[in-house]
T-cell receptor
């Protein structure tokens, strides 16, 4: 089976740093994605980790520890436009070459002035 | 140019009706998906097609029937709509089936009355 846990909601202040954690349990782990979803819009790709360590992309960084089943998304210099849901999603390898993307329930981040 | 497009954006209909949602991608991807996002914002895969072949079918009621006329199009037909079918349906595409980044369409908001 699979299980992905994220905090439901978080609040942070403009200009600050926030870390959104994700823990997962799944068989056939084959990578982890972070997506951003603004209200009423489609999820958009933020980052992908398959090896342990930190991937940095501008103000956003994502970390993965495969042995701990743990990832986090770090957002620096928060802006009001960063208010959105952040979805952690795990790639689970299936038979053959087909993989499946399994989403967590998402973390709703509210950035306050 | 819109990479992944869906029509219609909004769909309001009566219980028992049959409706279709269409999806098209111009990214040249081989794989397309349908996801359902419920009122709690949980995003769950329903179907996936690779080069017009069904590769993922996630225990979805058989009232839902996907069809892929070519690898750039994936449609979803729903028979005998029920109240519980009310949700946002997202189409997505990726280059392959090995866990590549998925790109989402804008979503179709279905409300069954």
């Amino acid at each position: 089976g699979q299980n992905i846990d994220q905090p439901t909601e978080m609040t942070a202040t403009e200009g600050a740093i926030v870390q959104i954690n994700c823990t997962y349990q799944t068989s056939g782990f084959n990578g982890l994605f972070w997506y951003q979803q603004h209200a009423g819009e489609a999820p958009t790709f933020l980052s992908y980790n398959v090896l342990d360590g930190l991937e940095e992309k501008g103000r956003f960084s994502s970390f993965l520890s495969r042995s701990k089943g743990y990832s986090y998304l770090l957002l620096k210099e928060l802006q009001m436009k960063d208010s959105a849901s952040y979805l952690c999603a795990v790639i689970r390898a299936r038979g053959g070459a087909t993989n499946k993307l399994i989403f967590g329930t998402g973390t709703l981040l509210a950035v306050q002035p | 140019d819109t990479a992944v497009s869906q029509t219609p954006k909004y769909l309001v209909t009566q219980m028992g009706n049959d409706k279709s949602i269409k999806c098209e991608q111009n990214l040249g991807h081989d794989t397309m998906y349908w996801y359902k996002q419920d009122s709690k914002k949980f995003l769950k895969i329903m179907f996936s097609y690779n080069n017009k072949e069904l590769i993922i079918n996630e225990t979805v009621p058989n009232r839902f029937s996907p069809k892929s006329p070519d690898k750039a199009h994936l449609n979803l037909h729903i028979n005998s709509l029920e109240l519980g079918d009310s949700a946002v349906y997202f189409c997505a595409s990726s280059q392959g089936t090995g866990g590549e980044t998925q790109y989402f369409g804008p979503g179709t908001r279905l409300l069954v009355l």
